[in-house]
T-cell receptor, first 112, second 112 residues
Framework: AQTVTQSQPEMSVQEAETVTLSCTYD???????LFWYKQPPSRQMILVIR??????QNATENRFSVNFQKAAKSFSLKISDSQLGDAAMYFC?????????FGKGTMLLVSP | EAQVTQNPRYLITVTGKKLTVTCSQN?????MSWYRQDPGLGLRQIYY???????DKGDVPEGYKVSRKEKRNFPLILESPSPNQTSLYFC???????????FGSGTRLTVV
């Protein structure tokens, strides 16, 4: 079974600054995907970015990018030019055959 | 618009009174799943379905039932709710694990 660990319960960043959220995982599979989801105060779960393990190139979506280190089983999320609207809980997630395994989440606080 | 629709968004009920939370998706996804989200415990899978008439237990199935009579619908049934089922519930669907999961808006259930 896969496990996903987010070691930062809470992170703070100022507007326009850059922040990196950490995630490590454990799996015996060689080909897989990884996701970052955002959960704002509205509670909606929003897919932020996805990474395919067989692709060496790190995924990028506008201000969001990942640092995927397959050998280290690390999948961190970098948010550049942080905005107030980025304040949310962020979950790292690993899709298995029948379930999506989530980390416990990192609460991101953004200050003006 | 491609979406997963959950109803109701909020529900307060009494112990033992049967209830159903509905979930419908318009993306022709084969895979659907229910999660509950609790503080400190993260998101845990209740039940999932790989296709019509195919359902299976997740990590925390006790006290819940599901059915998948049509591809688009996957209701969650609590036959005799108890206070420990007070939680935030999410329905999700996916074309395949690697494409990411689309989540409903969540149902905040309180059992008194």
């Amino acid at each position: 079974a896969q496990t996903v660990t987010q070691s930062q319960p809470e992170m703070s960043v100022q507007e326009a600054e850059t922040v990196t959220l950490s995630c490590t995982y454990d799996t015996s599979e060689s080909d897989y995907y990884l996701f970052w989801y955002k959960q704002p105060p509205s509670r909606q779960m929003i897919l932020v970015i996805r990474q395919e393990a067989y692709k060496q190139q790190n995924a990028t979506e506008n201000r969001f990018s990942v640092n995927f280190q397959k050998a280290a089983k690390s999948f961190s999320l970098k948010i550049s030019d942080s905005q107030l609207g980025d304040a949310a809980m962020y979950f790292c997630a690993f899709p298995g055959y029948s379930t999506l395994t989530f980390g416990k989440g990192t609460m991101l606080l953004v200050s003006p | 618009e491609a979406q997963v629709t959950q109803n109701p968004r909020y529900l307060i009920t009494v112990t033992g009174k049967k209830l159903t939370v509905t979930c419908s998706q318009n993306m022709n996804h084969e895979y659907m799943s229910w999660y509950r989200q609790d503080p400190g415990l993260g998101l845990r899978q209740i039940y999932y379905s790989m296709n019509v008439e195919v359902t299976d237990k997740g990590d925390v199935p006790e006290g819940y039932k599901v059915s998948r009579k049509e591809k688009r619908n996957f209701p969650l049934i609590l036959e005799s709710p108890s206070p420990n089922q007070t939680s935030l519930y999410f329905c999700a669907s996916s074309l395949s694990g690697g494409h990411g999961y689309t989540f409903g808006s969540g149902t905040r259930l309180t059992v008194v």
